[in-house]
C-alpha cells in the first residue's frame, strides 16, 4: 500500500503543476509592466498654429531602453514643410534636463498634406517626472507630460 501512494503522489503532483500553467501556456499571460502603465495615462496632445497641426502621442515607454511617440504633421498651406527631416527637428527633455534627439523616424502614412509616423527616443524615463518633446517647424511647438506612475 505505502508503495502504491509514492507512485501515486509524483503523478498528482505533476498534474497540479500542468493544470496550474495552462492557462499561463496557453493564454500566454503577460504582466504589464511600470513602463506600460505609464503609457497608459499620457494623453494626445495637439497643437496648430501658422497652418500648421502637429499631433502627437506617447505610446510606448519601455524602461533603460526607448520612448515611442506617434507624430502626425498636417498642412495645407505649407505642405513643403512637412518634407522636413524628422529627426533633426525634434527634442526630448525630461525633468532633470536630460535632452536627446532621437534616433529613427519611421514614417506611416504619407500624403501631399500629412505625414505621420513614429519617432524613437533613446532616453530612459525611470526616475523621471516629467517630459517634453520640442518639435521645431517654423517655430518652437512644446509637448509635456507629467508621469503618473503608479
Do not use: C, R, W
Given at each position: 500500500m505505502v508503495l502504491k501512494k509514492r507512485k501515486f503522489f509524483p503523478r498528482i503532483?505533476?498534474?497540479?503543476?500542468?493544470?496550474?500553467?495552462?492557462?499561463?501556456?496557453?493564454?500566454?499571460?503577460?504582466?504589464?509592466?511600470?513602463?506600460?502603465?505609464?503609457?497608459?495615462?499620457?494623453?494626445?496632445?495637439?497643437?496648430?498654429?501658422?497652418?500648421?497641426?502637429?499631433?502627437?502621442k506617447p505610446i510606448q515607454?519601455?524602461?533603460n531602453k526607448?520612448?515611442?511617440?506617434?507624430?502626425?504633421?498636417?498642412?495645407?498651406?505649407?505642405?513643403?514643410?512637412?518634407?522636413?527631416?524628422?529627426?533633426?527637428?525634434?527634442?526630448l527633455e525630461d525633468n532633470d534636463g536630460n535632452v536627446t534627439k532621437p534616433t529613427v523616424w519611421k514614417e506611416i502614412k504619407k500624403t501631399q498634406y500629412l505625414r505621420s509616423g513614429l519617432l524613437y527616443f533613446p532616453l530612459s524615463v525611470e526616475q523621471a517626472k516629467s517630459i517634453k518633446l520640442t518639435i521645431f517647424e517654423l517655430e518652437e511647438r512644446n509637448f509635456e507630460w507629467k508621469m503618473l506612475n503608479p
Open positions: 503532483l505533476i498534474l497540479i503543476l500542468l493544470i496550474g500553467l495552462i492557462p499561463f501556456l496557453y493564454f500566454k499571460v503577460k504582466l504589464p509592466s511600470k513602463a506600460q502603465d505609464i503609457t497608459l495615462n499620457l494623453s494626445h496632445q495637439t497643437s496648430i498654429e501658422n497652418y500648421l497641426k502637429i499631433d502627437v515607454i519601455t524602461q526607448e520612448i515611442v511617440f506617434s507624430v502626425q504633421l498636417e498642412s495645407y498651406q505649407n505642405p513643403d514643410i512637412l518634407d522636413l527631416d524628422k529627426i533633426e527637428m525634434a527634442l
